[in-house]
């Protein structure tokens, strides 16, 4: 790991805004975006045809995946910012289809072993901002960018990931923590909430961040 290098990890329910605040970040301050690797994930178009059948197999994909993004962040040097962490696979995600029965007792034990070592190789960001936002918008949300795999989405499966995200942030004390509401908030067209958020985030990585000028 570099010395003087800074994580900022964006965390928040499927529509929430993560990629647009991404986004965001990069181009205030430059600083280096690490995007999740969905598109990659071989199972990912038959774990929505048959989820209990390949729900396993996703997850354990998406945490090797995600484990290989955070050694990349720790081989850059500087601020990097990245969507979505490793823990929400775990803690979020695995743990709902786990709740919904699409992942089995035996395999459910086996994937959290896994993910114990893998989590505790990982150094925790450096700033996690957490977006919260209303189930209406997200449904909104999902319909707008027309992504196939997510019409499938049901209000009850988001609902439930709502639940867990806000149990976790509950209990969140790996290190400093914002929370948005990126509902509410619109910081890409907005420059009384844009600079909120940036003085918000720059009290808690005071001197990691300058400020490209293009607001």
Known sequence: MRRGRRTIAIAGNIGAGKS???AFLHQTY???????????NPYLQDFYGDMKRWAFHSQLYFLASKYRVHQDLDRTPGVSVIDRTLYEDAEIFAAALHDMRKIS???WRTYQALYA???DA???PDLLIYLRCNLPTLRQRIRLRGRRMEQSITPRYLKRLDG???NWIKNYQAGPLLILDSGRLDYIHDMVDRLDVMERIERVLPHALRRTGRL
Do not use: Q
């Open 20 to 22: 647009s605040l991404l």
């Open 30 to 40: 430059g600083i280096e975006p690490f995007f999740e690797p969905n598109d990659e």
């Open 105 to 107: 007792a035996r395999d």
């Open 117 to 119: 070592v893998v989590a």
């Open 122 to 124: 990982v150094k925790p």
């Open 164 to 166: 867990l995200y806000e």
